[in-house]
T-cell receptor
């Protein structure tokens, strides 16, 4: 069974640009969560999607948005990039996002904003 | 107050010793508790989950949960250099659809 796939692996952008990251969950998994990881802040929750619906959102500005498609693949978009958006963005999937379910992480997208 | 707090470390232990990692959480509605391990340059991977008060053992790993004290811990017995990694404590609130992570504790096991 293939794992969680994130593309691209690396991205370099300049301030003010926008970026779209993609995540394909494990086959059969319908819950997709996104996290931002920085050395100082650790893993910060961005949002969670299930069956194309956002069920929870973290404390990030509106520049961060996401969506999920009918095949459970998910994308996140960051508009008007700032230097502070440089981070590793991790996607994680689980079967249904139930309370006792563990997360399976992708390899992440390393975003550098110059 | 952060939702999930861990000592950032680094925690350094000699090979063969017991490593003790601690975590506290703020939401009393938390129902599921996880320990993830993250090697440098890699993604987190689950090593233990615990849902009820007490101890849960899996090989060299023991997770401990005390909901009254809002405290979770992970013990690693017979620590090996390959255990050197960052250990992330994670908590999930029932029906919240989000897993909250602590900042992680860096563990070094010296050969």
């Amino acid at each position: 069974k293939a794992g969680v796939t994130q593309t691209p692996r690396y991205l370099i952008k300049t301030r003010g640009q926008q970026v779209t990251l993609s995540c394909s969950p494990i086959s059969g998994h319908r819950s997709v969560s996104w996290y931002q990881q920085t050395p100082g802040q650790g893993l910060q929750f961005l949002f969670e999607y299930f069956s194309e619906t956002q069920r929870n959102k973290g404390n990030f500005p509106g520049r961060f948005s996401g969506r999920q498609f009918s095949n459970s693949r998910s994308e996140m978009n960051v508009s008007t990039l700032e230097l502070g958006d440089s981070a590793l963005y991790l996607c994680a999937s689980s079967s249904a996002g139930a309370t006792n379910e563990k997360l399976f992480f992708g390899s992440g997208t390393q975003l550098s904003v110059l | 107050q952060k939702e999930v707090e861990q000592n950032s470390g680094p925690l350094s232990v000699p090979e063969g010793a017991i490593a003790s990692l601690n975590c506290t959480y703020s939401d009393r509605g938390s129902q599921s508790f996880f320990w993830y391990r993250q090697y440098s340059g890699k993604s987190p991977e689950l090593i233990m989950s615990i849902y009820s008060n007490g101890d849960k053992e899996d090989g060299r790993f023991t997770a401990q949960l005390n909901k009254a004290s809002q405290y979770v811990s992970l013990l690693i017995r017979d620590s090996q250099p390959s255990d050197s990694a960052t250990y992330l404590c994670a908590v999930k609130v029932a029906g919240g659809f989000k897993t909250i992570f602590g900042a992680g504790t860096r563990l070094f096991v010296k050969a």
